[in-house]
């Protein structure tokens, strides 16, 4: 016959408990920091690097000279146009995705 003290039945019902406690807890404090950052994201912008000068400034010089090209790109080839929801999932890859779509 195997005896357990005591002692060790509270100990396992402690862990026990913690490991509740933290799967309720941890996916929750991770929803929050993944949203918080989530939304810093969103506010990005893509760079627009139009010409051979703002591609040197760009990948040689110190940061504080990224002014000089971050700001829009209004050059007449850049063209905008509706495409397929399908765009927005990161698994499609069809000859749709750069077909302009009628609204």
Known sequence: MIAF??????VGFLFNLVGII????????????RLQ????????MP???GDKDST??????SASSYKN??????????VWYP?????????????ECIKEVSV
């Open 5 to 10: 003290h005591p002692l060790l039945a509270t």
């Open 22 to 33: 933290l799967a309720i807890v941890m996916p929750v404090a991770f929803s929050l920091l």
């Open 37 to 44: 950052f989530s939304t810093q994201a969103m506010n990005w």
């Open 47 to 49: 760079v627009i690097l």
């Open 56 to 61: 040197d400034v760009w990948l040689g010089s």
């Open 69 to 78: 090209v971050l700001k829009p790109y209004e050059e007449s080839d850049l």
């Open 83 to 95: 495409v397929t929801p399908g765009m927005g999932k990161p698994s499609f890859d069809e000859p």
